[in-house]
């Protein structure tokens, strides 16, 4: 690839990996492509700006960060375990190309506030991922074809996790990959915790290719121990904090509301949001997803605070100016008895479609291979100095006790406003009525 390397490697100054390193000609193009900088207009974290300020960041970055950790990884490879025939299990430096693009390009099918907007339009940011990467349309693709006519599907294959070698898959998708190692640093760096931190550097050193895909050196093992807690304690202390839930779940409700006035034709003749009619009616194209980001959201909130209708002009204004649900935590087994609650918001004045919701937020830090679960995680192995292989959690007692055990909350979600109003008066009571019985539950 003498002929695609730039006569000068290009540097971007970065917070997290210092310098994130360009040699490729196609990698400075897809940075520069209209959908790759779209990103910069997308918030890594969604909501969690609302309770952690300084997480502005957005998926632009990680996505530079994200190809810097996979040329670190491909350089360790090629430099200490470089394949001399095709059968040995070792690093093949002619994938260093689709891995590069794959890794850059991995986040490129996120919609505006991330998940969120998943969960309200149905769409897979993984499926959009490999739609823009494909289609003839998009500046991506055709920056893309200039390596060849097949490394479009080449890359895309990798986000399916169907491309062949398997170490240049768990690259970027696997229990560690490029991904994780760098939105862990990041958005312990922006979020202002410590929590996210690990010793990235030990484990670039220790990190290491096999036939069936990628391992580490044993030596190594304390610091995959130490990525495996701060990934634990981002999930619980930042991913799921409860007020970056309750924004959430009131940006869902915005949007819900939104779509169901268009459908009953009350949009028309205000602020028609032209660039929603797509996902509200389900038709949508690439050129339709690639338009929209948090900013053409927010301008649509803005505008909708005039709105005639009541509902939607209190959920932007609850949104834009944070005013966040509050919420309890409920067990499983008392699900049945939320539509109570739900029915006294209800009495109180809120329409209880749109006011109230149940968030349930669930990670599992690390799990075991099960072939005949839905997703099967590929293991972390570990090299042995007789060149065995063994899993982690067979010689980590730390890992063993988080393996395999989600954890989260259930949570209902209602208006502040039902703590304290005179209609409301056996809200609060029952709310603690719950709130005993988790405490009682936790407590045996």
Same mark, same amino acid.
């Given at each position: ?324 649900? $509050?919420?309890?935590?409920? @067990? %499983? =087994? ?5 539509? *109570? /609650?739900? +029915? ?71 208006? $502040?406003?039902?703590?304290? @109003? %005179? =209609? ?5 009571? *029952? /709310?603690? +009525? ?11």
């Amino acid at each position: 690839m003498e002929s695609d390397l730039l006569t000068r490697e290009k540097v971007f100054r970065d917070p997290v990996h210092n310098y994130i390193h360009v040699q490729h000609r196609v990698i400075l193009d897809l940075i520069n492509t209209p959908e790759f900088q779209r990103l910069r207009r997308i918030k890594q974290l969604g909501t969690t700006s609302f309770t952690f300020h300084g997480a502005e960041h957005s998926r632009f970055g990680h996505c530079l960060g994200v190809y810097e950790v996979t040329r670190r990884i491909c350089d360790t490879f090629a430099r200490n375990y470089p394949s001399t025939s095709p059968d040995d299990g070792l690093w093949d430096d002619q994938q260093r190309l689709v891995a590069l693009c794959a890794a850059l390009l991995h986040d490129i099918g996120h919609g505006p506030y991330s998940h969120t907007f998943e969960h309200i339009f149905h769409t897979n940011h993984e499926i959009w991922t490999q739609k823009i990467i494909t289609d003839p349309s998009t500046h991506v693709n055709q920056v893309l074809q200039k390596v060849s006519p097949n490394f479009p599907d080449q890359v895309a294959s990798v986000i399916a996790k169907t491309y062949p070698n398997e170490q240049v898959v768990q690259m970027i998708s696997s229990q560690i990959d490029a991904d994780r190692m760098d939105y862990l640093l990041r958005d312990a760096y922006y979020t202002g915790t410590q929590y996210g931190m690990f010793d990235l550097t030990r484990i670039m050193r220790v990190i290491r290719p096999y036939a069936g895909g990628i391992a580490f050196n044993i030596e190594g093992m304390h610091a995959v121990e130490d990525y495996i807690v701060s990934r634990f304690q981002m999930y619980q202390q930042v991913y799921f904090h409860p007020v970056s839930r309750g924004m959430e779940v009131i940006l869902l409700q915005l949007l819900h509301r939104a779509k169901y006035l268009y459908e009953q034709g009350e949009m028309a003749g205000f602020e028609m949001p032209s660039l929603l009619i797509p996902f509200f009616e389900n038709q949508i194209t690439v050129s339709d997803y690639v338009r929209l980001d948090d900013d053409v959201l927010n301008t649509y909130f803005n505008l909708w605070r005039d709105h005639p209708d009541a509902i939607l002009r209190d959920l932007v204004h609850r949104f834009l100016d944070r005013r966040p649900f $509050k919420s309890i935590i409920f @067990a %499983p =087994e008392q699900q049945n008895k939320i539509h *109570y /609650l739900q +029915e006294l918001v209800q009495n109180a004045g809120f329409n209880q479609q749109f006011y109230t919701a149940i968030n349930n937020s669930f990670d599992l830090p690390y799990d075991l291979y099960r072939p005949s679960s839905k997703e099967p995680k590929t293991q972390i192995e570990f090299q042995q100095h007789d060149g065995t292989l063994e899993e982690l959690s067979t010689i980590s007692p730390l890992v063993q006790a988080l393996s395999g055990r989600q954890s989260g909350d259930h949570r209902f979600y209602f208006p $502040k406003e039902m703590l304290a @109003a %005179p =209609e409301s008066s056996t809200f609060a009571p *029952y /709310l603690r +009525e719950f709130q005993a019985q988790i405490v009682n539950q936790t407590l045996k």
